[in-house]
T-cell receptor, first 112, second 116 residues
Framework: EAQVTQNPRYLITVTGKKLTVTCSQN?????MSWYRQDPGLGLRQIYY???????DKGDVPEGYKVSRKEKRNFPLILESPSPNQTSLYFC???????????FGPGTRLTVL | AQKITQTQPGMFVQEKEAVTLDCTYD???????LFWYKQPSSGEMIFLIY??????QNATEGRYSLNFQKARKSANLVISASQLGDSAMYFC?????????????FGTGTRLKVLA
């Protein structure tokens, strides 16, 4: 089944404890992206990647890191999480130049 | 700066009626793409419809159509014959193609409730 998977789906952590949210797609998509969704703010793009080893900042990259060492994987790294990073996070992928993004199920992160 | 505005935080519509969800955008680019996504209460994001800035015809996908008015910079979603399953959050989005990048900007969403 074609899909985007994210792990974990739910995470509660404490300020400053490094964490990684994994994202993987099995559709051979070039484009992958991370978003955060907050009430009243819609989705905001954190980082995106056009292909392996090619990443770029979205609108809210502060406090996040990403890497794209393999085409299928695009992990989101929070080196030192803070409470303002409590949010619902979505990973998405698409073929380069195509219109439809496929979204993962979301990861709900709480930073205490 | 590029921006998407959805001015309707919430809307109600009677089952089987049509409803229009508003979206206006701001960009200085000539080439861009506009999207609508649906987010049911279960949380997943579902792609509905796409309109390219150079497309002369309004996009349609089943009961969904996009009323694209380029001069007014609006890309309203029209849902015909609403169903109870259409109750969800709807997001308008724009892809910024400048410099060959693919940044996306989303609006704040409109929550639609379909009444039986």
């Amino acid at each position: 089944e074609a899909q985007v998977t994210q792990n974990p789906r739910y995470l509660i952590t404490v300020t400053g404890k490094k964490l990684t949210v994994t994202c993987s797609q099995n559709m051979n998509h070039e484009y992958m992206s991370w978003y955060r969704q907050d009430p009243g703010l819609g989705l905001r793009q954190i980082y995106y990647s056009m292909n392996v080893e090619v990443t770029d900042k979205g609108d809210v990259p502060e406090g996040y890191k990403v890497s794209r060492k393999e085409k299928r994987n695009f992990p989101l790294i929070l080196e030192s999480p803070s409470p303002n990073q409590t949010s619902l996070y979505f990973c998405a992928s698409s073929l380069a130049g195509y219109n439809e993004q496929f979204f993962g199920p979301g990861t709900r992160l709480t930073v205490l | 700066a590029q921006k998407i505005t959805q001015t309707q935080p919430g809307m109600f519509v009677q089952e089987k009626e049509a409803v229009t969800l508003d979206c206006t955008y701001d960009t200085s680019d000539q080439s861009y793409g506009l999207f609508w996504y649906k987010q049911p209460s279960s949380g997943e994001m579902i792609f509905l419809i796409y309109q390219g800035s150079y497309d002369e015809q309004n996009a349609t996908e089943g009961r969904y159509s996009l009323n694209f008015q380029k001069a007014r910079k609006s890309a309203n979603l029209v849902i015909s014959a609403s169903q109870l399953g259409d109750s969800a959050m709807y997001f308008c989005a724009m892809r910024e193609p400048s410099s060959g990048t693919y940044k996306y900007i989303f609006g704040t969403g409109t929550r639609l409730k379909v009444l039986a």
